[in-house]
């Protein structure tokens, strides 16, 4: 685990504030994208499991923070949309415009299917009726990705620069 | 030992431990064991969250107008300086006029039913998980907000309060799917049970005895019954109506008269005098 870990915290804690006071201000055809979620996968696809597994972590309960659904449901379903990409990108031919952008979708629908799953089954009131506006989110996610993904990938690569052995 | 395998147990540790404390920290919070932790660190992130929405809200005005800026650049190049500064003032005077229209309203709705004792609180979050409807406004336990207050806005109901801090609390809007509350329509005096959680944001009132003619365009208000909200708030007004006589009561798609997602400034009922439910506890004296 490198240091990265540490800048977790106070990034994904910002986040979650742009996510909660920040984003609902400017919906993006009525539904305010996922950007913790976005920034995880990304930093997953870059830096494999075990350091998307604690930003998933970090990231779920720095959102849950300002909800009220239960605490650590959203670290929950933010972990299993990691495991899930992070094997299929074990698998699958890595590419940096085409697979980020499914990643994206295929890690939304998890996040969905499990954070609705877990809040119905503690007894919280859900309804998969509104599958609309999730399709809408999985969509919407998707189409932020790339952004999300250079962004982080061109800060990472500016700061960090890669060794060139000769 | 197997050296090799040694990374891969790591990293099964690492899942469970993960699953597992989000799992647990998940239950603990739905039994309510977690509040007192919340309060502590929710509380100091309720200043930079007050401080950034109102910022974000700004911008998100000027952002949203690009239609007057538009038209308004036309004019600058067709009139003079002195039109131009006129232009800038009209605009200082319609924003002040939107203040003025929103604390008239907030007025209006206090003196309607001036008996309530009411607390203002502006909105500062909103939460965006999937299918969970809540906002956050920005006075909490220390101005007398406590869990349960019906929180309303000067068009209608709003929600009630789930979980306080000292100076912020989370309101349960009345469109999320855990949300329950005893209504009246205005014409027919029918009475039934208004639930969130419908498409695009509408409410469900259920349990409307089959005897009423429910018209489309009645306006659903709260019942008082069960003396958790005030009587006579209104929460909408009905733009459906299904009827079956197989069924044994009738159901009704309410639009919501507030708008959500431009809640500003919301009203905290911190005092209501409930509909008197002693005559069902009290045994008959004969």
Redesign the interface.
Same mark, same amino acid.
């Given at each position: 685990m490198k240091s990265s870990v540490y800048i977790a915290l106070p990034l994904f804690?910002l986040l979650a !504030?742009?996510?909660?006071?920040?984003?609902?201000?400017?919906?993006i055809f009525g539904i !305010?994208a996922?950007v913790p979620l976005l920034v995880i996968i990304s930093w997953t696809l870059l830096h494999g499991?075990?350091e998307g597994? !604690?930003w998933?972590?970090v990231a779920?309960?720095s959102?849950d923070?300002?909800?009220?659904?239960?605490?650590?449901?959203?670290?929950?379903a933010y972990?299993t949309a990691v495991?899930v990409i992070a094997s299929l990108n074990n698998f699958l031919p890595s590419g940096r415009f085409f697979l980020p952008v499914v990643y994206a979708a295929l890690g939304t629908f998890i996040y969905?299917l499990v954070?609705?799953s877990?809040?119905r089954l503690?007894?919280?009131?859900?309804?998969f009726?509104?599958i609309?506006?999730?399709v809408t989110?999985v969509l919407l996610n998707a189409g932020l990705m790339l952004p999300i993904y250079w962004l982080i990938y061109g800060i990472e690569h500016s700061i960090r620069p890669r060794r060139v052995e000769v | 030992m197997n050296l090799n395998k040694t990374p891969q147990r790591i990293?099964v540790i690492? &899942?469970v431990v993960?699953?597992g *404390? /989000?799992?647990? #920290?998940? &239950?603990?919070?739905?039994t309510g064991n977690?509040n007192s932790l919340?309060s502590f660190?929710?509380d100091p992130?309720t200043i930079? #969250?007050?401080w *950034?929405?109102g910022r /974000?809200?700004t911008?998100?005005g000027a952002?949203s107008g690009p239609r007057d800026l538009q038209s308004a650049q036309e004019q600058i190049a067709l009139l003079q300086n002195q039109v131009d500064s006129l232009e800038r003032e009209n605009e200082e005077l319609r924003e002040i006029q939107g203040e003025y229209q929103l604390l008239l309203d907030l007025f209006n709705r206090v003196r309607q039913s001036p008996e309530y004792t009411r607390q203002t609180a502006s909105v500062? %979050?909103?939460? *965006?998980?999937?299918? &969970?409807r809540?906002i &956050?406004i920005d006075k909490g336990s220390d101005d007398g907000v406590r869990v349960g207050m019906p929180i309303e806005s000067a068009r209608g109901l709003v929600g009630r309060v789930?979980?306080t801090t000292p100076h912020s609390a989370?309101v /349960?809007l009345i469109t999320?799917? /855990?949300?329950a509350v005893p209504s009246r329509l205005g014409n027919s005096r029918a009475t039934g049970l208004l639930r969130? %959680?419908? #498409?695009g944001g509408s409410l469900t009132m259920d349990w409307i005895d089959l005897k009423y003619q429910v018209e489309v365009g009645e306006v659903a208000l709260t019942s008082g019954l069960g003396g958790e909200f005030p009587q006579d708030i209104v929460i909408g007004r009905i733009s459906e109506v299904s009827r079956s006589e197989a069924e044994l009561s009738q159901q009704a798609i309410v639009q919501p008269a507030v708008d959500f997602?431009s809640l500003e400034v919301v009203f905290v009922i911190t005092d209501f005098q409930p509909i008197d439910i002693d005559i069902f506890s009290d045994p008959p004296s004969n």
């Open positions: 804690l !504030v742009v996510q909660t006071a920040v984003l609902p201000y400017f919906p !305010v996922q499991l075990e597994l !604690v998933a972590f779920g309960l959102v923070l300002f909800s009220i659904g239960p605490f650590g449901a959203t670290a929950l972990i495991l969905l954070y609705l877990f809040v503690l007894g919280y009131g859900t309804a009726g509104t609309s506006n999730l989110l | 990293r690492v &899942i993960l699953v *404390t /989000a799992v647990l #920290l998940s &239950i603990l919070d739905s977690l919340f660190v929710r992130m930079v #969250l007050g *950034t929405s /974000a809200e911008v998100s952002l500062i %979050g909103r939460d *965006t998980s999937p299918s &969970i809540s &956050i789930f979980r989370q /349960a999320d799917n /855990a949300s969130g %959680g419908g #498409l997602d």
